[in-house]
Structure formats: C-alpha cells, structure tokens
Nanobody, 125 residues
Framework: QLQLDESGGGQVQPGGTLTLSCAAS????????IGWFHQAPGKEREGVSC????????NYADSVKGRFTISRDTAKNTVYLQMNSLEPDDTGVYYC??????????????????WGQGTQVTVSS
C-alpha cells in the first residue's frame, strides 16, 4: 500500500523559501497524480498544487501561482513543492496525497486518500 511521508517544513521569515518533499514507499509515485494540500490554523484543508502521474499537467491554486513550483523525481520516488516568496498566510500544515486534477487550478484529494502527519510551515518575522 502506498505510503507518503512529508518533510521539509520549518520556520522562515516572509519572503523566504522552503522546499517540501513527499517521499513514497510501498508503491510507485509515477502511477499516481499527487497533490499538496495546506491547512491553515482554524481553517479547512485546501489544495495548493498537484501534478499528474505522467507530469504532463500541473495545477496551482491562484494564491500560489508564480510563487510555488511542484515537481516530481521518479528515480527518487518523490514529489517536491518549492515555495518561494512565502507569506504569513502560507503558514500551516502541508500534506501530500493521491489527487485528482480538476480543470487548470483545482486539486481534489482522492476519496480513499490516507492523510499523514504533514509538515509544519511557519512564516513569521
């Protein structure tokens, strides 16, 4: 069974950069479309970015377009989220799960997705 482990979070100042990693075990990531989801304190989880299993389609939420970049390394069985120009509103826990891409901006978690512990990102001066 596919298991995904998120890492790379931390505390940065506004304008800073972080790169999150989503490492897979028990399966091959290239068989799945994968998305990153953000849960801010006191808010519902929302899709940030997702990449299709072949890498041919990538979606970004409007709030992160031009700042975040998703990529995948099939050799390392890992999906990355590079986060530039971080803002305080980017604070929260980030999760990666199998995902369905909708349109050009939306990422919907697979209904059978198993949510891990995520990785905490804190943007604060």
């Amino acid at each position: 069974q596919l298991q995904l482990d998120e890492s790379g979070g931390g505390q940065v100042q506004p304008g800073g950069t972080l790169t999150l990693s989503c490492a897979a075990s028990g399966g091959t990531l290239r068989d799945y479309s994968i998305g990153w989801f953000h849960q801010a304190p006191g808010k519902e989880r929302e899709g940030v970015s997702c990449i299709s299993n072949g890498g041919g389609q990538i979606n970004y939420a409007d709030s992160v377009k031009g700042r975040f970049t998703i990529s995948r390394d099939t050799a390392k069985n890992t999906v990355y989220l590079q986060m530039n120009s971080l803002e305080p509103d980017d604070t929260g826990v980030y999760y990666c799960v199998p995902t369905v891409l909708r349109g050009s901006s939306y990422c919907v978690a697979h209904p059978d997705a198993s949510w891990g512990q995520g990785t905490q990102v804190t943007v604060s001066s």
